[in-house]
């Protein structure tokens, strides 16, 4: 029976931070909790059995009343039942979601028209793959993509929407299935370097612009990422996109004599500007020995 309690108590923890963040006190929400194991109730019953003092759950069950919470179904004592969770707080979230389009819609009539030169963080992965579907689903033009499949993946639902409104994708993909992302004509998708391997610390990055207006960038394996739509940024951000592509292209008609050239995967020129640390993961990931780290191709003269 202990045991069973502890659970319970443990669950209830486990629920007061997200209570707390929909604006209920402590005391109410475990007045609200302990009608839902228990009702009908008095305040006496429900005080006793959750630990909350009495006059407390007095003051929480009228709150919670008056926010439709729980009902009181008699009199001579007075008893209590909660409202179903999936009723009341789909109430709440229809309730806020209404609230915040119409300030937001009211406040955007004194917001400064210019363009936000800040760079925000966004923490959390939750909110970062919201960000980043908001981003794509409210684009109009172009989306341009660089980012291991694994990701892209995650957003393919958004991305599908867009190349049906038309809009022109750019994927520059780590990962060998490019046709997975072609969901239209108007979706352009490459290997990153014609065969879609990630090298450098760069290339764990997941980047994203759209409209050329704003971009976003994160590290594929941290939750927090990087919104701007400061134009120097968001230039830049396109700019290395677009010279990937330009990369893609070339590898896929020329890669044979690239690689004649600078060895695989650009071996040389990666050689010349990696650190000594990202060296060493370029070695571990290619198998390519440290005696070839410094071999380079004589060209003709003339």
């Given at each position: ?15 007061l931070?997200d209570?707390?963040?929909?604006g ?8 609200y ?49 909660a ?5 009341h ?26 363009d936000d030169p ?81 090298m450098?610390?760069?290339d ?6 759209c409209?050329?207006?704003e ?16 134009k ?63 071999r ?7």
């Open positions: 029976m202990a045991a069973t309690a502890l659970t319970i108590d443990q669950k209830s923890e486990e629920f931070h209570f707390k963040r929909l209920f006190s402590e005391y109410e929400a475990r007045v909790m302990q009608l839902l194991r228990s009702s009908p109730a008095t305040a006496y019953e429900a005080a006793k059995a959750c630990g909350v003092p009495r006059p407390n759950t007095y003051n929480a069950l009228e709150t919670l009343t008056q926010r439709g919470a729980v009902m009181p179904i008699s009199e001579n004592p007075v008893r209590y039942v409202t179903p969770p999936a009723r707080f789909g109430a709440i979230s229809r309730q806020t979601n209404a609230v915040c389009e119409s300030l937001a819609l009211r406040l955007k009539e004194i917001e400064t028209p210019e800040y760079v925000w963080n966004i923490r959390g992965a939750d909110l970062v793959r919201e960000k980043i579907d908001a981003l794509i689903d409210t684009s109009e033009s172009s989306i341009r993509i660089k980012a291991a499949d694994s990701i892209v993946r995650l957003h393919s639902d958004v991305l599908k929407r867009a190349a049906k409104r038309g809009v022109n994708i750019l994927i520059v993909l780590f990962g060998d299935d490019a046709d997975q992302f072609r969901f239209s004509k108007n979706c352009r998708v490459y290997l990153h370097e014609g065969n879609g391997v990630r450098g610390d760069a764990n990055l997941f980047t994203l612009t409209d050329h207006l971009m976003l960038t994160t590290s594929i394996d941290d939750t927090v990422a990087f919104h701007t739509r400061n120097a940024v968001v230039r830049m951000a396109d700019t290395l996109i677009r010279h990937d592509f330009y990369m893609a292209e070339i590898f896929s008609r020329f890669g044979s004599q690239i690689d004649a050239a600078f060895g695989p995967h650009l071996q040389d020129l990666r050689m010349k500007t990696f650190s000594p640390e990202q060296q060493e993961t370029f070695v571990k990931r290619t198998g390519l020995k440290h005696s070839e780290q410094g380079r191709t004589r060209r003709p003269r003339g």
